[in-house]
């Protein structure tokens, strides 16, 4: 089925820095969502976007939901140890029509952070 | 709020053997849920679409007769994989929608099927 362009793929970085995601889709979500998922467990939800242009923070993570509605970025600062793991950004269309309620997930982006 | 129960976490069964996985919210009603497969270092692939009281949507390339979905109650739907056969080994992660709210989907914590 249809992804969204998530990138990057993977991403090492030192304790403390700062980390950016994206993704971007060439039709129109109009719910932006952003997961996190350890390994051998299910997606935890992060932060959901409902409006364009929408910036939402949860803690040192921040998304927001591109204007045009065709993409999305997740920013996670000073990074910590325990934000390994991968990250998924999802689209989700309005309601009406068979997609209504279905996520798009992107390929995710694989975070490592060294100590 | 909004926990969703997978169980098992894990099984392994014998080839030809069906094995039943189940999906409870525990403290919402969710009117939907969902089945999703996923393989290793891959994304979430959705299966189908699991509505309380109908038929569940199956998306395509997904067998129905293969993969029986139930979703008697407004807590607990069910992923049966019957005639399990090697190639069916993945993780397997069900996520339920709440009734009214925002539409999100929060996910049980998937279910590790290893077919021998």
């Known amino acids: 089925g249809q992804q969204l362009n998530q990138s990057p793929q993977s991403m090492f970085i030192q304790e403390g820095e700062d980390v950016s995601m994206n993704c971007t889709s060439s039709s129109i979500f109009n719910t932006w969502l952003w997961y996190k998922q350890d390994p051998g467990e299910g997606p935890v939800l992060l932060i959901a976007?409902?409006?364009?242009?929408e910036l939402t923070s949860n803690g040192r993570l921040t998304a927001q939901f591109g204007i045009t509605r065709k993409d999305s970025f997740l920013n996670i600062s000073a990074s910590i140890p325990s934000d390994v793991g991968i990250y998924f950004c999802a689209g989700q269309r309005a309601a009406g029509g068979t997609s209504y309620g279905k996520l798009t997930f992107g390929q995710g982006t694989i975070l490592t952070v060294h100590p | 709020g909004a926990v969703v129960s997978q169980h098992p976490s894990w099984v392994i069964c014998k080839s030809g053997t069906s094995v039943k996985i189940e999906c409870r919210s525990l403290d919402f009603q969710a009117t939907t849920m969902f089945w999703y497969r996923q393989f290793p270092k891959q994304s979430l692939m959705l299966m189908a679409t699991s509505n309380e009281g109908s038929k569940a949507t199956y998306e395509q390339g997904v067998e129905k007769d293969k993969f029986l979905i139930n979703h008697a109650s407004l807590t607990l739907s069910t992923l049966t994989v019957t005639s399990a056969h090697p190639e069916d080994s993945s993780f397997y992660i069900c996520?339920?929608?709440?009734?009214?709210?925002?539409?999100?989907?929060?996910f049980g914590a998937g279910t590790r099927l290893s077919v021998l």
């Open positions: 996520s339920a929608r709440a009734a009214g709210g925002k539409n999100i989907q929060y």
């Open positions: 976007l409902y409006k364009a242009g």
